[in-house]
């Protein structure tokens, strides 16, 4: 026969192992929580520093790139004169907004982009890349909350991007032996990620 203090001790052993079980589970929530808010604190650093850091123009230069042949591109990766359409000439007008305009003419000019206005493009438009490029590493290696910042970059992580990433992985500088890949992570994140 078992004494009244077994049944109590058994008693306090028993509401002793709930508590640890339930102290357990609270800090495995605690931890999940602290690790999604986070992901999104990532996440949300990752968009705001992206946007700052954006150059001036940068969708219509986005547009612009995307709307070069690939003979084009290999001109701007080689910082060489570039012949330009008309359409193509608005673009580049509206991209060089923001200068004065003995500089814009300095950089387009006749139809052409000229040699310092395709260095000012190509820094431009990789300065773009770069950013996307780190958004690209936080979604795949899935270091931040990848639907909020999927959510923020749905707009600027488009169809464009994808054919400047294309293109820049189709240039001559690839086919020539160079083993990069412009912006791999860009190339995997489209992988996954199809642009609307």
Known sequence: MSSGWDWGWQAIGAIAESFTALGILVVIAQI??????????????LLMGRS???PVNSRLTIKLIAALDQEQIEALLQRREIQIDERQGQLAQACFSNRGIAEINELFANGKITPKGAALLAKRVNSVLDEDESVAIAVNRDVADSKMIL??????IDKDVKTIIDKYNASSWRKEGVEKIFYPALVEFFKHHPPH
């Open 32 to 45: 999940k929580f602290e690790k999604q808010r986070s992901r999104e604190q990532s996440a949300l650093n």
């Open 52 to 54: 700052h850091n954006r």
């Open 151 to 156: 959510d923020g970059v749905r707009n600027t």
